[in-house]
């Protein structure tokens, strides 16, 4: 067993390089890195926070005007009679958005970055919801219709805006199932740690990978996740509907019991995330530039504002007008953001757990943020009665942070999928590729006691290839996107047609034409 994970881990070798060239271009070259404080930040933040800055400006600061737009929708009860629900497509993408890195990504920027690496994780999200607002405009705009659901996103909008070229959409469509499959074994790799925790603070024994406990999680795993994917886009969203809500009330739930705890520390928080975005203390690098790239990059990666991966859900709602939709996926940018993952900053900054430490003590603390998060807990939680109950509680919500990303994953890939063919035997599958061989591989390192990290090094290579492809395309179809939003701003009572933009659009036909026969023209493509 452990020659084949050496050999799986030699063949992907290559990836480690290209993909921190990328993401770290043009910051591995010393001319740029003199630069102050810019020089800290690689080409894809400066992208896709200028991106943010400018979809601000073109739509009139809409993540703010707008705001309650979304607010409503998500609390609207509305069913569906073709696709999702705009709430069942919200919790959909929060199932991909409100992930580990919540946790364990912004708890490894503070760690390197200090406590302003937060303020910028909020500015960069604060833009980020109107880069996020574009995508899913477009994704509303472009989405097509199969049987019951809503098909749609990024693979969809970029066939559309480069000539309708079939070509350019199987392309984007095979980019993210490769970039989805493999973010697979890590998210079954949390769900293991996790539920392994939780199990050792039940009955307060350690248990090895190899152990009966790890069998047994690896069959619930794949079987429950076989099921659910199976059951198409409108079973996965019952799970999610469920899920992240729970998830969501539960963790910010004991974070804001710990705060409450610990209210003199407020001063000292504020005080940290403020001093610290524009004077980090040495500790940190000192340097402004590490705090505001660490920030903005964690925040980006967690909130996926403008990487186009959350813009299959938001294509499977079936919304009124494109532009609601987008404001209710603005509004999980700041979910992600400015709510779970500053709550993660509460506990990391309130902790100051690096207090005492010379950097080699804290890098050495700081090296498994999971824990170093745990840590910091522990240390807000009054007395020591509520530490096992407050510890599993985390892991459980750790847990099904993983488990709904992994389900996000799977269910997204199923829609582009839909892109290349809307066979039964093709979706079916890739539905079985993801549920029987990419989640049980996740397990087999697990029971071998292994990190793939060559391997997980390709989902950060498809990221920011997702990245490079989608920005573009968002700035061809930004004129689309601002028309739309002209129109929804009006609200003069007409109802949103392909005419207002100038382009056919299957699903908001501006004749008299079934969406039938439309997507009878749409597979003719």
Same mark, same amino acid.
């Given at each position: 067993?452990?020659?084949?994970?050496?050999?799986?881990?030699?063949?992907?070798?290559?990836?480690?390089?290209?993909?921190?060239?990328?993401?770290?271009?043009?910051?591995?070259?010393?001319?740029?890195?003199?630069?102050?404080?810019?020089?800290?930040?690689?080409?894809?933040v400066? !992208?896709?926070?200028?991106?943010?800055?400018?979809?601000?400006?073109?739509?009139?600061?809409?993540?703010?005007?707008?705001?309650?737009?979304?607010?409503?929708?998500?609390?609207?009860?509305?069913?569906?009679?073709?696709?999702?629900?705009?709430?069942?497509?919200?919790?959909?993408?929060?199932?991909?958005?409100?992930?580990?890195?919540?946790?364990?990504?912004?708890?490894?920027?503070?760690?390197?970055?200090?406590?302003?690496?937060?303020?910028?994780?909020?500015?960069?999200?604060?833009?980020?919801?109107?880069?996020?607002?574009?995508?899913?405009? !477009?994704?509303?705009?472009?989405?097509? $219709? $199969?049987?019951?659901?809503?098909?749609?996103?990024?693979?969809?909008?970029?066939? $559309?805006?480069?000539?309708?070229?079939?070509?350019?959409?199987?392309?984007?469509?095979?980019?993210?199932?490769?970039y989805?499959?493999?973010?697979?074994?890590?998210q079954?790799?949390? /769900?293991?740690?996790?539920?392994?925790?939780?199990?050792?603070?039940?009955?307060?024994?350690?248990?090895?990978?190899?152990?009966?406990?790890?069998?047994?999680?690896?069959?619930?795993?794949?079987?429950?996740?076989?099921?659910?994917?199976?059951?198409?886009?409108?079973?996965?969203?019952?799970?999610?509907?469920?899920?992240?809500?729970?998830?969501?009330?539960?963790?910010?739930?004991?974070?804001?019991?710990?705060?409450?705890?610990?209210?003199?520390?407020?001063?000292?928080?504020?005080?940290?995330?403020?001093?610290g975005?524009?004077?980090?203390e040495?500790?940190?690098?000192?340097?402004?530039?590490?705090?505001?790239?660490?920030? /903005?990059?964690?925040?980006?990666?967690?909130?996926?504002?403008g990487?186009?991966?959350?813009?299959?859900?938001?294509?499977?709602?079936?919304?009124?007008?494109?532009c609601?939709?987008?404001?209710?996926?603005?509004?999980?940018?700041?979910?992600?953001?400015?709510v779970?993952?500053?709550?993660?900053?509460?506990?990391?900054?309130?902790?100051?757990?690096?207090?005492?430490?010379?950097?080699?003590?804290?890098?050495?603390?700081?090296?498994?943020?999971?824990?170093?998060?745990?840590?910091s807990?522990?240390?807000l939680?009054?007395?020591?009665?509520?530490?096992?109950?407050?510890?599993?509680?985390?892991?459980?919500?750790?847990?099904?942070?993983?488990?709904?990303?992994?389900?996000g994953?799977?269910?997204?890939?199923?829609?582009?999928?839909?892109?290349?063919?809307r066979?039964?035997?093709?979706?079916?599958?890739?539905?079985?590729?993801?549920?029987?061989?990419?989640?049980?591989?996740?397990?087999?390192?697990?029971?071998?006691?292994?990190?793939?990290?060559?391997?997980?090094?390709?989902?950060?290579?498809?990221?920011?290839?997702?990245?490079?492809?989608?920005?573009?395309?968002?700035? !061809?179809?930004?004129?689309?996107?601002?028309?739309?939003?002209?129109?929804? $701003?009006?609200?003069?009572?007409?109802?949103?047609?392909?005419?207002?933009?100038?382009?056919?659009?299957?699903?908001?036909?501006?004749?008299?034409?079934?969406?039938?026969?439309a997507?009878?023209?749409?597979?003719?493509?």
């Amino acid at each position: 067993m452990d020659e084949i994970f050496a050999a799986v881990n030699r063949v992907f070798a290559f990836v480690v390089p290209v993909a921190d060239f990328l993401w770290d271009f043009p910051t591995n070259f010393s001319w740029w890195s003199r630069i102050p404080v810019i020089g800290n930040l690689t080409f894809a933040v400066l !992208l896709l926070v200028g991106s943010g800055i400018y979809f601000t400006v073109r739509t009139g600061f809409i993540q703010v005007t707008h705001f309650r737009d979304g607010i409503r929708a998500i609390m609207r009860e509305k069913s569906a009679s073709t696709g999702i629900s705009p709430r069942a497509a919200f919790f959909l993408s929060s199932a991909m958005r409100v992930g580990p890195g919540n946790i364990v990504g912004v708890t490894g920027a503070i760690a390197v970055g200090g406590p302003g690496a937060l303020f910028w994780m909020w500015v960069s999200a604060f833009f980020g919801m109107a880069t996020a607002y574009v995508e899913a405009v !477009l994704a509303q705009i472009f989405k097509e $219709k $199969k049987d019951r659901e809503y098909v749609g996103g990024l693979p969809f909008y970029g066939k $559309k805006l480069l000539r309708n070229r079939a070509s350019v959409g199987v392309a984007l469509s095979f980019l993210f199932i490769t970039y989805a499959f493999f973010c697979l074994p890590a998210q079954a790799f949390n /769900v293991f740690s996790s539920v392994g925790q939780m199990a050792g603070i039940v009955t307060g024994n350690t248990y090895e990978t190899t152990s009966v406990l790890y069998y047994v999680i690896g069959i619930v795993l794949i079987a429950g996740t076989a099921t659910v994917a199976f059951g198409g886009i409108r079973k996965v969203t019952r799970v999610t509907d469920f899920c992240v809500p729970v998830m969501a009330v539960l963790y910010c739930g004991i974070v804001i019991l710990m705060i409450l705890f610990n209210l003199d520390r407020l001063p000292a928080f504020f005080a940290s995330v403020f001093g610290g975005a524009f004077r980090p203390e040495a500790l940190f690098g000192g340097a402004m530039g590490t705090a505001l790239a660490q920030g /903005v990059k964690r925040g980006l990666m967690s909130n996926e504002a403008g990487q186009g991966t959350i813009t299959m859900s938001a294509a499977a709602a079936q919304a009124e007008h494109p532009c609601e939709q987008g404001c209710v996926q603005s509004v999980g940018v700041f979910l992600d953001t400015l709510v779970i993952c500053t709550l993660t900053g509460f506990v990391v900054i309130m902790a100051q757990s690096w207090n005492g430490m010379d950097s080699a003590a804290w890098a050495a603390a700081s090296g498994d943020s999971f824990s170093l998060f745990l840590t910091s807990l522990s240390s807000l939680i009054p007395g020591s009665a509520l530490d096992g109950a407050v510890t599993f509680l985390i892991c459980l919500c750790y847990g099904l942070f993983a488990y709904t990303t992994l389900l996000g994953m799977l269910s997204f890939a199923e829609i582009a999928a839909n892109r290349i063919s809307r066979k039964r035997s093709f979706i079916g599958g890739v539905r079985a590729v993801g549920a029987f061989v990419f989640i049980p591989f996740g397990v087999l390192c697990v029971l071998a006691g292994l990190e793939l990290s060559n391997l997980w090094y390709i989902s950060d290579l498809g990221n920011i290839l997702i990245v490079f492809a989608n920005l573009p395309l968002l700035y !061809l179809g930004a004129r689309y996107v601002f028309q739309a939003t002209e129109h929804y $701003k009006a609200k003069d009572g007409t109802a949103f047609t392909g005419a207002v933009i100038g382009r056919e659009c299957s699903c908001w036909p501006d004749t008299d034409e079934t969406e039938s026969d439309a997507d009878a023209v749409q597979d003719q493509d």
